[in-house]
């Protein structure tokens, strides 16, 4: 299997986890304010939303990939 073929599976497979899924949450931890020994700390969660037409497009592009990749002049 050559670079361009794992480039397009991979292609293919996050665009499919990104029509599943839509999005996805991660949380980050923020230092608001350090009086002496005193922290505090806010973690706040944030979503990423995943564009359908990205998927979609993410999708055709591996598609093509694998098979224009594969065709021999």
């Given at each position: 299997?050559?670079?361009?073929?794992?480039?397009?599976?991979?292609?293919?497979?996050?665009g499919?986890?990104?029509?599943v899924y839509g999005s996805f949450d991660y949380t980050?931890?923020?230092q608001e304010a350090?009086?002496?020994p005193i922290e505090l700390?806010?973690?706040d969660t944030q979503t990423v939303y995943i564009p359908v037409l990205g998927s979609?497009?993410?999708i055709a592009a591996g598609g093509g990939?694998?098979?224009f990749a594969n065709r021999k002049s």
């Open positions: 299997m050559n670079t361009i073929n794992i480039i397009a599976i991979l292609l293919i497979i996050g499919i986890l990104g029509l980050r931890e923020t350090k009086i002496g700390t806010v973690k979609i497009a993410a990939l694998l098979l």
